[in-house]
């Protein structure tokens, strides 16, 4: 009988959350938390063995803790407030449009100045240009490679050795 009504129950929950608002189903979670949580003790009961539900009481609280309040609303702005927080926010997009076209000239003034140097190199040693040109074949990327940053490598590079 006792699993007939779980199953009833389980329908009707499922009915009135097609039905009913958000609202209303948060009321309804807190209200069934504990029958269902007492369904699944009950059952692993039945089986003869501790269960992951029943040996730590601090479910409960934790249910208790989460569930014993509806959720706060947030305060309905005002055109004003509206207003103030959509110019924050297209000036946030302003600053960080900048910061990535200042990023981007940057790249573009350090690719310029290696597409110089390799020009450079080509002029002065053509043996040295093709040697800079040859890609590694064993390379792997992440693990090899190192990712172009805009921080400085941990190991820095001895050029005198």
Same mark, same amino acid.
Request: aromatic content about 8%.
């Given at each position: 009988? /006792? /699993?007939?009504? *779980?199953?009833?129950?389980?329908?009707?929950?499922?009915? +009135?959350?097609?039905?009913?608002?958000?609202?209303?189903?948060?009321?309804?979670? #807190?209200?069934? $938390?504990?029958?269902?949580?007492?369904?699944?003790?009950?059952?692993?009961? =039945?089986?003869?063995?501790? =269960?992951?539900?029943? =040996?730590?009481? #601090?479910?409960?609280? +934790?249910?208790?803790?989460?569930?014993?309040?509806?959720?706060?609303?947030?305060?309905?702005?005002? =055109?004003?407030?509206?207003?103030?927080?959509?110019?924050?926010?297209?000036?946030?997009?302003? %600053?960080?449009?900048?910061? #990535?076209?200042?990023r981007?000239?940057? #790249?573009?003034?350090?690719f310029?100045?290696?597409?110089?140097?390799?020009? $450079?190199?080509?002029? %002065?040693?053509?043996?040295?240009?093709? $040697?800079? *040109?040859?890609?590694?074949?064993? %390379?792997?990327?992440?693990?090899?490679?190192?990712?172009?940053?805009?921080?400085?490598?941990?190991?820095?590079?001895?050029?005198?050795?």
């Amino acid at each position: 009988m /006792n /699993n007939a009504f *779980c199953q009833l129950n389980w329908i009707l929950i499922k009915w +009135i959350k097609t039905v009913l608002s958000t609202r209303t189903q948060a009321a309804l979670h #807190r209200a069934t $938390a504990t029958t269902r949580g007492a369904a699944k003790r009950e059952k692993a009961a =039945s089986r003869g063995g501790p =269960s992951h539900l029943t =040996s730590d009481p #601090r479910y409960e609280s +934790i249910k208790q803790i989460m569930f014993q309040e509806e959720p706060r609303q947030l305060p309905k702005l005002t =055109s004003e407030d509206l207003e103030r927080h959509q110019t924050i926010l297209r000036a946030w997009e302003v %600053v960080r449009m900048e910061e #990535r076209r200042k990023r981007r000239g940057e #790249r573009e003034i350090k690719f310029k100045a290696m597409e110089r140097a390799y020009e $450079a190199l080509e002029d %002065v040693d053509q043996r040295l240009f093709r $040697a800079a *040109c040859v890609r590694e074949a064993n %390379v792997v990327f992440p693990r090899q490679m190192r990712v172009p940053t805009e921080t400085p490598a941990k190991k820095i590079w001895n050029y005198l050795e």
